[in-house]
């Protein structure tokens, strides 16, 4: 799903003689698409003792509208030394506060940044930005102008977005006899994306490598040990003078070629077409982390496969085996990490914190692999961190050591479970 963004703003307004101060969040895409029903919870910093949380204490948790907006009314009094934070978990916090000079204003701006695009067609930038009116309604009649050219108005709820060209801008937001500007930067434009080189062609399939690649892995190797129990060949193998430890390695050789030969032929091939058609040829030291990472998603893969296989008792149960694993590691792991620690008051921006959580995902094989190629990643041209997990936190050897053990602790406990079985 899109990145979801929450702009929050102050709002002041006057209701039946009573002024209220509001704080009012809104939740939507980067393309301004709102979303409701989706929880933001409500933070109070500045008159308190100790946080109860990362963001400060809890006050309220609210729900989206229908057009993605959340409001909660502080009261009528205000402390200009208390300011109030949203948060939608985990991704997206804003705060406000009811400094003295909001009174000077007639509109707050949230949510504002220039933003590059890329995609098979080409790349561009674009600057969006959320206006409020300091009443705490949606800023429609506010008037926006780039370079001294009035461009347009915000949206039904607020929100503005614009094409920009290359270099520096200048962004005029206007209303009521009150205006601010500020800079806007357009990124260098570029072709289809290949033309960046195979570097960034590789960084761009990263995220779909690891999601990919264990599917193939778990479709060819989850019922290699357990169809044949099932269908009674397994005992006749057994029963021949052939070691347990080369009837494992035949099975776990025969699945990884299977995955192995088609994907690192394909990865090649498109590695050496991007070179071809861009003239920019890949890294040498990323391009063979890249592979070695397939390489040890398969094996890793193809390991847990064959360890679950040999203690089903039928292919059914295989079956399970193989789509909870790939749904722990692809999709729940890493989140369910973060969760923990947030939960046991550990604080986001702190580095302790993510020190931590980027140990815990080296028990994750999917987040490993991007820890292998965020070690290796090229650093030139500002593009190179796009979906990879940086290492400044964790040390190289930690990575190497805990890729080592991914392939020795599952390889050492299928051997085990297999002669039980066999013996058995």
Do not use: C
């Not at 570097?199 to 990919?212: F, K, N, P, R």
């Not at 028990?363 to 490993?368: A, I, M, S, V």
């Amino acid at each position: 799903s899109p990145l979801l963004d929450l702009a929050v703003h102050p709002g002041i307004r006057n209701e039946s003689g009573t002024v209220h101060y509001l704080v009012i969040g809104w939740l939507a895409d980067q393309r301004g698409v709102p979303r409701a029903g989706i929880g933001v919870s409500v933070y109070r910093q500045g008159d308190f003792g100790p946080p109860t949380s990362p963001y400060g204490m809890l006050v309220e948790n609210l729900t989206t509208n229908a057009t993605g907006f959340v409001v909660y009314d502080s009261g009528t009094t205000q402390d200009q030394n208390v300011s109030y934070g949203m948060l939608y978990l985990p991704y997206s916090f804003g705060t406000a506060g009811f400094y003295p000079g909001l009174l000077n204003r007639t509109f707050t701006v949230g949510r504002m940044m220039s933003s590059g695009y890329s995609g098979p067609g080409g790349s561009g930038s674009f600057f969006s930005l959320h206006v409020m009116t300091l009443d705490g309604y949606p800023g429609t009649g506010v008037n926006i102008s780039v370079d001294g050219n009035l461009s347009d108005h915000p949206n039904e709820n607020g929100f503005f977005v614009t094409p920009i060209g290359e270099g520096q801008h200048v962004v005029e937001v206007s209303y009521l006899n009150y205006s601010e500007t500020y800079p806007a930067i357009g990124v260098t434009q570029g072709g289809p994306v290949f033309q960046n080189g195979a570097d960034y062609v590789l960084i761009l399939l990263a995220g779909l490598l690891q999601l990919v690649v264990p599917i193939m892995s778990i479709a060819i190797s989850f019922d290699a040990i357990a169809r044949e129990r099932a269908q009674g060949s397994l005992e006749l193998l057994l029963a021949r003078r052939v070691r347990r430890e080369g009837i494992l390695a035949g099975k776990f050789l025969g699945a990884f070629a299977s995955v192995a030969i088609p994907t690192v032929g394909v990865l090649l091939g498109g590695i050496a077409l991007v070179t071809a058609l861009s003239g920019r040829s890949p890294t040498g030291g990323f391009a063979a982390t890249t592979l070695g990472g397939v390489l040890f998603l398969i094996a890793v893969y193809v390991l847990l496969m064959l360890l679950f296989s040999s203690l089903a008792k039928s292919v059914g149960t295989a079956v399970v085996f193989g789509v909870v694993t790939w749904l722990i590691f692809s999709l729940l792991f890493s989140f369910l990490a973060f969760l923990l620690l947030f939960t046991l008051g550990g604080r986001v921006f702190d580095p302790g914190f993510y020190t931590t959580l980027l140990t815990i995902y080296l028990f994750d094989p999917n987040t490993l692999f991007q820890l292998m190629l965020g070690a290796t990643v090229p650093t030139t041209g500002g593009q190179g961190s796009v979906g990879i997990v940086p290492t400044g936190y964790i040390s190289i050897p930690a990575i190497v050591i805990a890729a080592v053990l991914w392939i020795a602790v599952p390889l050492a406990l299928t051997v085990l479970v297999f002669r039980k079985k066999a013996e058995g």
